[in-house]
């Protein structure tokens, strides 16, 4: 029955991927947004209407580059045309392929149900996208929301979508002390944090309800979401009422302080700077406004910056808002991937050969560990591959990237995702009755249909490595997602577990609760509780997700929790 259903599925979505331009079948949607009427076009295919390359700030460039990004000041006469994606922001490295990229960025998409408009006050999904800090874009065509929408609307929980775009790289996180005496640190935050403020003011206008907003992110998006927390003390603005974190939360990337930026990013600043002749002049950073695009990509595009403590997104370690309990007051839906570490720009590939490495390895993290703490965590983490990362493979080495890689990886995994994940929905769940909201931890488990991951993990060992999930969640379609570097693949019941986590998020953003009834009726999925209701897991697996106590290599994650300030987190 499952297998007659999907095929039925198939056949009506078949060849339904989301181009740049879309011919209108119907009437033209508009929505009056308040600096102006917006023009968008209707998707047939799925009775949609979208609105794209919609901007929410003045255009970055000239005297705005590396500055944080200014609200739209103006308004336009007649309708502005919506129908066609805005350039992404520029990036670099593969998640940056295949994209158009341009200074001019700060643009977002919308899709909602056809005909939805000022009234129907559907709740509101908002995308950002991960890529370490250094690529992505809404224009991604693995980040298609339009068959999440598809899917809220036959689920009868109609959602609407917001995918949005912030700078990366250095045009979005260049930091050195100039930037931050000229407060422009933290750029590609403040482009989130003006994007959210821009869509609760304006997405009333396309049928969506400013009090029903989740963010959500993966990765970098999922920190960017983490941060969004911690923002500001915590203040979030009334800007959401939910977050989904997919592996990645606060608590686990290190950030430097302004007063780290001499060792940190400074010299990253000062070589750029040389790269391009600013290094003499009186103003540096003003003379890094005037430089010619060309000559500026190509000065950044060697180094990874991500975002600092700068006082004013970031005031302090996110371990500190947390144990300060200045951290936002809303639900939460987070969790991570088995093997997070296998990744391969996590787990530390063939550089772990011996004990005196890993020691080494370790000694090095954040701003570089004790004696007594480095002890400690050789002892969690022993040179016993049956405990290594990925996990369940029993004393095999993968050798071939280092005899100690299986330690490394799993130290990689929980220090930046697990430890960060399980403490976060600790802390929401344990808030006093009166103050919390709804919280939910899973545990994606699955391994890509063959065994390769593009751009994340293309060599074994892979498993369920960390971006794993993401195709699941997205659910596009697998007749229109074959050419996708992250495709679900051609089995019944890895489409089957795409329903399942895809409704799962629906839900959760429709009415705050994950639990709903899968669209294949003779799947059988259990009750994911609450994760104040004795600390579980939904673990999404195909061919049969159940739910799990919270007690995964308890020892190891708490621990990670003890030295969050020395690892900068």
Request: include cysteine; aromatic fraction near 10%; glycine fraction near 10%.
């Amino acid at each position: 029955m499952a297998k007659v259903l999907l095929v039925v599925r198939l056949l009506a979505l078949i060849a339904t991927a989301l181009p740049h331009t879309v011919e209108s079948a119907r009437g033209t949607p508009t929505a009056a947004v308040q600096n102006g009427t917006l023009t968008g076009l209707h998707l047939p295919q799925l009775n949609q209407d979208l609105f794209l390359g919609v901007p929410f700030a003045r255009p970055p460039v000239g005297d705005l580059r590396l500055r944080h990004p200014q609200p739209l000041n103006h308004s336009w006469e007649g309708d502005r045309d919506a129908t066609r994606r805005g350039n992404s922001c520029v990036g670099y490295a593969g998640f940056a392929k295949g994209l158009n990229m341009s200074e001019d960025c700060l643009t977002l998409d919308i899709a909602r149900p056809a005909q939805a408009g000022p009234g129907d006050d559907l709740p509101v999904l908002v995308w950002i996208y991960g890529g370490g800090f250094t690529a992505g874009g809404s224009a991604d065509s693995r980040y298609n929301t339009s068959y999440l929408v598809n899917s809220s609307v036959a689920m009868k929980k109609p959602i609407l979508t917001v995918s949005i775009n912030y700078r990366v790289g250095g045009w979005g996180f260049l930091a050195s002390q100039e930037m931050h005496e000229d407060g422009a640190s933290n750029i590609g935050l403040f482009d989130q944090r003006l994007a959210l403020r821009w869509i609760k003011e304006n997405i009333k206008a396309f049928g969506g309800d400013p009090n029903k907003v989740t963010i959500a992110g993966e990765s970098a998006g999922a920190f960017s979401v983490g941060y969004h927390l911690v923002a500001f003390d915590g203040n979030h603005e009334n800007l959401f009422r939910a977050a989904i974190l997919q592996s990645g939360t606060a608590l686990g990337p290190s950030v430097n302080s302004v007063e780290q930026l001499p060792t940190s990013f400074q010299p990253i600043y000062d070589n750029v700077t040389e790269t391009v002749g600013c290094s003499t002049a009186a103003d540096t950073l003003a003379c890094l406004r005037q430089v010619p695009f060309e000559a500026l990509n190509v000065a950044f595009a060697p180094f990874v910056l991500t975002p600092i403590l700068d006082g004013k997104f970031l005031s302090r370690l996110p371990s500190i808002s947390f144990a300060q309990g200045l951290v936002a007051d809303v639900a939460v839906l987070a969790g991570s991937t088995t093997d997070e570490g296998t990744a391969t720009f996590f787990g530390p590939r063939d550089t772990l050969r011996n004990d005196s490495d890993t020691r080494a390895f370790i000694e090095s993290m954040g701003n570089g560990l004790d004696r007594g703490t480095v002890d400690k965590l050789l002892e969690l983490y022993p040179d016993d591959p049956s405990q290594g990362c990925p996990f369940g493979t029993g004393e095999m080495r993968f050798e071939q990237h280092g005899l100690q890689y299986k330690r490394g990886a799993a130290i990689v995994g929980d220090s930046v995702i697990h430890a960060g994940r399980r403490a976060t929905t600790e802390y929401f769940a344990s808030r006093p009755d009166h103050r919390r909201k709804p919280v939910f931890s899973y545990r994606f488990d699955e391994r890509p249909w063959n065994g390769v991951l593009e751009l994340i993990a293309t060599e074994t060992p892979v498993f369920s490595t960390h971006y794993a999930d993401v195709c699941f969640f997205f659910n596009i379609d697998p007749a229109v997602g074959q050419n996708d570097t992250n495709w679900i693949g051609p089995y019944p019941d890895y489409h089957e577990l795409a329903g399942l986590m895809s409704g799962s998020w629906i839900s959760f953003v429709y009415g705050l609760n994950p639990n709903h009834e899968p669209a294949i009726s003779d799947m059988r999925i259990p009750l994911w509780p609450d994760y104040s209701l004795g600390g579980h897991n939904f673990v999404f697996r195909a061919r049969g997700s159940y739910v799990e106590r919270d007690d995964w290599r308890v020892s190891q994650l708490s621990f990670w929790g003890t030295i969050w300030e020395a690892l900068k987190t």
